[in-house]
Each structure stands twice: as C-alpha cells, then as structure tokens.
C-alpha cells in the first residue's frame, strides 16, 4: 500500500501514553536502532515536515533508505498495536480468543475449550457482541455432540437452542436498526436541492417505523444508540430541535458510563455531545449552548488516559462551536477576538483539523472581517479557500458562498477597482453550477445583472426590494437556513436599503430573534 508522506508521523502522533510506551519499548527491543532513531525523530516533531526530520537525521546513514525505513516503521506499529489490543480492547480480544477456542476444540483439549468459552462468553456479554455469542453457542453445542467429551449432558443442548435463538433475535434486532440508520444516511446525503416539503415527507415516513416508536423495540444498548440516533437525525433535518435535542440527551445518557473505558464509545459521546452544542444554537439557547461546549473540552480530563489525537479533536470541535455560537448569536467581537487563538490551534495542529473543517474556518474568519468592514483581511481568507487544493470538491457549499462574498467585497471596496477576472470567473461558475442552492444562484444572478451594473439611486433600491422579496420568498424552505449559516443575505440587502452598516443590520437582527 502507498502512504502518505504524512502516515507515519500522524500515526505515532495518534499514539496514546500507554500505546506509546509499549510500542517504543517493542521497536527498541525488538527491531533495529534504526528503527528506534527514526520513531524518537518523528515522535519528537511538533508538526509534520520532512525536510526538518532529513535535517535532524542527517547524521544517519540510512536517511538514504528513509522511505524504505518509514513503511517498515508504520506497518510494524500497526502490528504491534494488534498485539497490544488484544488484551485491552475487547473486540479484536474476543475474536482472537474465539479462534483459539476453535484450536483447542479441534485438538480434542475439551475442557480447555470450555474454560476458554466461559471467559469469552462473559466479555462479549458486557460488550454486546451477539456474533461471538452465537458462534460460542454453536460450539459449546459442538462440545456436547462430541461422544468423546463427558462435560455436559444432552438435556444442556435445549439451553444451549434456546440461547442460539435468543441471540438470533439480538442479532437481527441490532441489524435492522443498523439497516435503517443507513436508510437515513442514503436518504439525507441524496437529498441535494430537493423541497423541504419531499424532505419533510421522506424523513417523517421514517419517524413513522416501527421500530422508531418506542424505545422498548431496541433489545440491547447497541440498538438502543442507533434508535435514539435515528430520531435525532430526522428531527434535526425536520428542524425540529426540542426532540433533536431530548434524543441527543438521552443518547448522551447511554454513553456517559463507558467514556473512559471504551475509546469508541468515547467517540460517539464526544459527536453527540457536538451535535448537542449545534442544536442548543440552533434553539437560541446561547447560555446553555456555552456550557456544553465547555462540558465537551473538560471530557479531555487530564487524569482520564486518553490518546492526544482525541484531545486535540476536542479542542478544535469545541473552538467550531465557539465560533458558530458567536456568529449566531451576533457576538461579533467574540468571534473576531476568537481568530486569532483559532489561528494558533490551527498552526499548532494543521495535520489533525481534517480539510472540510479547515475552510469552514477560513470562511467564518473572511465573515468576521467582512461584517467588521476589514475587506482586505476577508479577501485574504477567501484567497485562502478559492485558491486551497480541491477546495471545491472538499466543500462545494463553501466554495460557492467564497465566490459570492469575494464579489460583494469589491462591490463594497468600490467598482472601480473590480477585478474583470474575478466577475468572468463567478459567471462562469455560475453557468456550470446547475445544483447551486437557489438563494445562492438567484442572488449571484443579482450581483452579476443588477449589482455590478450602472444603476441609478432609485432604480437600484427598487432591485434591492425585488431580490429580498425573491429571498424571502425562497427562505421558506431549508435550503435558506443553510443558506443563512453561511450569509445572511437579507441582512446585507436591508443595510443597503436603510443605508446602514452590515454590522448594525446583523445586531438589531439577532436581538429582535433572540427577544
């Protein structure tokens, strides 16, 4: 398999104490010094840089062989981490022992086997894996057909039916609230331009279940996730947010017992808790918004052992939300004042903020600036987004909204200095985009045969009132809250028409919503 330049380091990095210590012992024990230079080197690193790490080895003879060095390094990590999991994390353990079960059942060692069923059965209870049951059950039943093994007695294989057929029903249980979950995740991510009205009927069929009706009909706590995510999922895309967030809350609840000791858990507590932090904002419940932010950054308690990549992943999650809340709420010089620490986590951790977020940073920070009138400082941002790698694949909805401000900062900086590049480039992207959201298109139509014409004092207010009544008009569906998280249009629109400052717009605003 080719990697990346960056594999290896971010692996090491993702490291936690305990999984280091033990990896670091084994390459120095047990592969060459080599080996053990090279992952002190990499460990050592703050961020990635190759040229930095040739310059620190270049003492080494094998830095000539370094890529060689590096694929040996990574893939004997990865081993060592199997070898290390098997006895702290439950599911690679459980499977492992199961086939060692399967070894000693062939050997005739029965009673060994037995021994090691009885141990594997009480793990994969705790941990609900109804698939090592099942298969533990088929063979303790084996045992007992086994004329050679007198440990059991026949009437034990009706125990034994009755148990397969119970975890048969768990086991079909959880697969169809997984089967649905996915329904939802097909369904949402097809869901492109399409009228929140079909949205509306499509979701609230799935709502409609049976299996989303009660709680009861998830038999075990697996289950249980998926029924209490499912409702959440639809409820926030139904922008019903009361029972997003009673769902979140209880699906919080059901996590909170295993953060520290199951790291997968620990994930799904940490993205509820997200997901928690976006729908209190969406309620305007701003306070409460805050401390769960805050309840989401002491998750990573300094006495809790926890890898430094999940740390890491916490402080930016937190600082998104921050963000988020203050642009909503209208706390613009919070969010100003909040850039520049971004900035330092940013620089800090560029390996560990995944792309999608990176440019949703970069278009809150051009926002900012441009709501304080800083054009120069937005459009440094947005040269950042328009000229990123990909970035109109990675996120094509920011990409948009970067073209649309980028033209309302020269429109705002003066005509005069537009640039006949930029205005050729949005039209051209206007013409090739035919699943633009339509408050993006209809208004980027706007700047190109309104805005950026000639127009006369009173003929261009009569086309401001035109374009926010079309707006509003659209606004009416879902698209326009997305639309708004982005841009809020109709406030920039109003400034121009009452002839006051886009700032003071977007204040009175968010006061008048919030009272």
């Known amino acids: 398999m080719k990697k990346n330049n960056s594999f290896l380091y971010e692996l090491i990095h993702s490291l936690s104490g305990n999984e280091k210590r033990y990896i670091s012992l084994s390459v120095k024990s047990e592969a060459n010094?080599?080996?053990?230079?090279?992952?002190?080197?990499?460990?050592?690193?703050?961020?990635?840089?190759?040229?930095?790490?040739?310059?620190?080895?270049?003492?080494?003879?094998?830095?000539?062989?370094?890529?060689?060095?590096?694929?040996?390094?990574?893939?004997?990590?990865?081993?060592?981490?199997h070898s290390f999991y098997y006895g702290?994390?439950?599911?690679?353990?459980?499977?492992?022992?199961?086939?060692?079960?399967?070894?000693?059942?062939?050997?005739?060692?029965?009673?060994?086997c037995k021994v090691k069923l009885t141990h594997i059965q009480k793990l994969a209870q705790k941990e609900e894996d109804f698939i090592i049951l099942l298969r533990c059950a088929e063979l303790e039943r084996e045992l007992i057909e086994d004329s050679d093994y007198p440990g059991l007695e026949t009437r034990d294989v009706e125990e034994i039916l009755q148990r397969e057929l119970s975890l048969t029903r768990q086991v079909d249980n959880l697969n169809k609230y997984k089967t649905l979950s996915s329904q939802v995740f097909i369904s949402i991510k097809g869901f492109g331009n399409t009228s929140f009205h079909h949205r509306e009927?499509?979701?609230?069929?799935?709502?409609?279940?049976?299996?989303?009706?009660?709680?009861?009909?998830?038999?075990?706590?697996?289950?249980?996730?998926?029924?209490?995510?499912?409702?959440?999922?639809?409820?926030?895309?139904?922008?019903?947010?009361?029972?997003?967030?009673?769902?979140?809350?209880?699906?919080?609840?059901?996590?909170k017992p295993y953060i520290y000791t199951d790291e997968s858990k620990l994930d799904s507590y940490l993205a509820f808790l997200n997901n928690k932090a976006h729908t209190l904002i969406s309620m305007q419940k701003y306070e409460d918004a805050l401390l769960t932010i805050d309840q989401l950054r002491l998750t990573s308690n300094p006495r809790k052992k926890m890898p430094e990549i999940t740390i890491r992943r916490i402080l930016i999650t937190s600082y998104t939300q921050e963000m988020n809340l203050y642009m909503h709420s209208g706390q613009y010089d919070k969010a100003l004042d909040l850039i520049p620490v971004i900035e330092k986590v940013q620089k800090k951790y560029p390996e560990t903020i995944e792309e999608s977020r990176q440019l949703l940073f970069y278009f809150h920070f051009a926002y900012v600036h441009f709501i304080f009138g800083n054009y120069k400082k937005a459009h440094t941002?947005?040269?950042?987004?328009?000229?990123?790698?990909?970035?109109?694949?990675?996120?094509?909805?920011?990409?948009?909204?970067?073209?649309i401000v980028q033209l309302l900062i020269f429109y705002e900086s003066g005509k005069e200095s537009f640039p006949k590049g930029v205005l050729q480039s949005a039209i051209y992207f206007i013409n090739k985009k035919e699943d633009l959201y339509p408050t993006e298109k209809?208004?980027?139509?706007?700047?190109?045969?309104?805005?950026?014409?000639?127009?006369?004092?009173?003929?261009?207010?009569?086309?401001?009132?035109?374009?926010?009544?079309?707006?509003?008009?659209?606004?009416?569906?879902?698209?326009?809250?997305?639309?708004?998280?982005?841009?809020?249009?109709i406030a920039w629109i109003d400034s121009k028409i009452k002839g006051q400052k886009f700032k003071e717009v977007l204040i009175e605003k968010n006061n008048r919503a919030v009272s």
Not at 89 to 98: G, H, K, P, R, Y
Not at 393 to 401: A, F, G, L
Request: a positive charge.
């Open 201 to 255: 009927e499509i979701l609230k069929k799935y709502l409609k279940e049976p299996l989303i009706q009660n709680e009861k009909n998830a038999s075990s706590l697996k289950a249980k996730t998926y029924f209490h995510f499912i409702r959440s999922t639809c409820y926030n895309y139904l922008h019903d947010y009361p029972n997003t967030l009673k769902s979140v809350e209880l699906l919080l609840s059901l996590m």
């Open 33 to 81: 010094k080599n080996h053990f230079k090279l992952f002190n080197a990499i460990e050592k690193q703050e961020n990635f840089d190759e040229r930095t790490l040739r310059v620190a080895l270049q003492n080494e003879s094998f830095v000539r062989h370094l890529p060689v060095l590096k694929h040996y390094l990574y893939d004997y990590i990865l081993k060592k981490l």
């Open 442 to 489: 209809v208004f980027l139509l706007f700047l190109r045969d309104k805005l950026l014409k000639n127009l006369g004092a009173s003929e261009l207010q009569n086309e401001y009132h035109k374009i926010r009544q079309k707006i509003i008009h659209l606004q009416k569906n879902l698209e326009a809250e997305k639309t708004r998280f982005y841009f809020d249009f």
């Open 88 to 112: 702290v994390t439950l599911d690679v353990a459980l499977q492992q022992s199961f086939v060692e079960a399967k070894i000693l059942f062939k050997k005739n060692l029965f009673h060994q």
């Open 381 to 403: 941002y947005l040269f950042k987004i328009l000229n990123y790698k990909g970035g109109i694949h990675t996120r094509e909805d920011i990409y948009c909204h970067s073209k």
